[in-house]
């Protein structure tokens, strides 16, 4: 198994910056393919960002493209995502998300293991 803590959300105005960081633990030798999906109320989940074992491979929502970065520190089986130029559109809950294959992808099912979420709630 393996287990994902996020951490670093929280209340922002608009044209803010926040760093999310998602620490792995457990079988962290599952953790080929990590990211991130957000849900807002109402909404479905919705894919954010994704990134391979080696970072070789980025891939990210046109939503966030250009705003958000996502990188990872395998030493420290953390995969953070910077959010920068914050809207209130990017208020949602959170979720880190880990799979065994070395592809990224949008799909959430294609995901194994989730963390518990963190709230990012950026005010107009």
């Known amino acids: 198994q393996v287990q994902l803590v996020e951490s670093g959300g929280g209340l922002v105005q608009a044209g803010a910056s926040l760093r999310l960081s998602c620490a792995a633990s457990g079988r962290t030798f599952s953790t080929n393919a990590m990211g991130w999906f957000r849900q807002a109320p109402g909404k479905e989940r919705e894919f954010v960002a994704a990134i391979t074992r080696r970072g070789s491979r980025t891939d990210y929502a046109d939503s966030v493209k250009g705003r958000f970065t996502i990188s990872r520190d395998n030493a420290k089986n953390t995969v953070y995502l910077q959010m920068n130029s914050l809207k209130p559109e990017d208020t949602a809950v959170y979720y880190c998300?880990?799979?065994?294959?070395?592809?990224?992808?949008?799909?959430?099912?294609?995901?194994?293991?989730w963390g518990q979420g963190t709230q990012v709630t950026v005010s107009s």
């Open positions: 998300v880990a799979r065994s294959a070395l592809v990224v992808s949008r799909n959430p099912e294609a995901y194994d293991y």
